[in-house]
């Protein structure tokens, strides 16, 4: 049996990860989600193991020290991170893996997972620039030096991505999504 | 704008090429497809530059020479051919094209046009094959020994190819080709 493919999600900051990412269940049942180990007290009805692995500090610095975390980050005083386990236990299991989470991170996994499939979600606006940037060239150098400089950052990171995709419209994006889990499934691997 | 994409598409003989490419027209009405040059007289009903480009052989030799043809091979007294031009033009309108051709042919494409999507359609028995055979081992070397040297020849030229295509339902390849298309537009390219 094959391997499951670790598929990770990201994108910059608003740009819609969470919305994109919950139609995708809908769309896409077989896709399992990764949960993520937090030192946040649990909310109201959500589940240990469903919505978050809850940690006491000391377990998760421990799970840090031992390479169980595939990325971690601190937030507003709370420590969250994608544990190792999960993700490598359900690949084994021959089922895919999505794992929506920020750029920074995004790139964290990837040393830690080269063979992840890495996709970039962007606002439309940045497509339509990098391709008016990158494209016939029909505007002054100083209008698209200002543009460059504005989407510098953002481009930086994309580079480090197999797939950039558009946010324009929900059901797109997923579909866009859905076909890119779909082709690497066909992928001749050396 | 964006150049478009080869995509060929190929495999062994009897796989059903030539249905999926027909099912893939319904469904992607955008796709062109190439018209391939043939020096064989047209058929009642068959127009020059839809069904063929027809030639003579003189005009078929001379396109031979001046590299106009990505492939060609002749194939019961007669010639047939890839021309170069119009797959070219079709790119540079930003319009993806689809090959369909056999196997040594899309190698032959693949050495004057490496940027291309080579897709290789596989039977269904063969895939299962591969599965078997680099999965588990469950079965004795002997049978696995046998079943390689059958597949051999066809798994040795899929290695050449970007992706394998299992045409077990017409529907569901075409949702994998069409997939691939979606996905190769998404790629980051470096």
Same mark, same amino acid.
Do not use: W
């Given at each position: ?20 990412? $919950? ?32 940690? $006491? ?6 799970? &840090? ?27 084994? @299991? ?15 996994? @990837?040393? @830690? ?41 953002? &481009? ?22 859905? $076909?890119?889990? &779909? ?8």
């Amino acid at each position: 049996m094959a391997k499951g493919l670790l598929i990770v999600l990201s994108g910059p900051s608003g740009v819609g990860k969470g919305t994109v990412c $919950s139609a995708l269940r809908q769309k896409m049942p077989g896709l399992t989600y990764s949960v993520s180990a937090t030192t946040r007290l649990p909310r109201q009805g959500e589940e240990h193991g469903v919505n978050y692995f809850f940690k $006491s500090k000391d377990q998760f610095l421990s799970m &840090i020290e031992n390479d169980q975390l595939l990325e971690h980050a601190e937030y507003v005083g709370n420590y969250y991170g994608t544990p190792r386990d999960f993700v490598e236990e359900t690949l084994e @299991k021959g089922q895919d893996i999505i794992l929506e989470i920020e750029v920074q991170g995004a790139l964290k996994v @990837k040393e @830690k997972f080269p063979e992840g499939i890495f996709i970039f979600l962007t606002p439309p606006s940045l497509e339509e620039l990098k391709d008016r940037i990158t494209g016939r060239g029909t505007e002054t150098q100083a209008t698209i030096d200002h543009r460059m400089s504005v989407a510098v950052d953002e &481009i930086n990171l994309l580079k480090h991505y197999d797939y950039a995709v558009v946010n324009d419209e929900i059901d797109l994006a997923c579909k866009r999504i859905e $076909s890119i889990i &779909i082709a690497e499934h066909c992928k001749v691997r050396s």
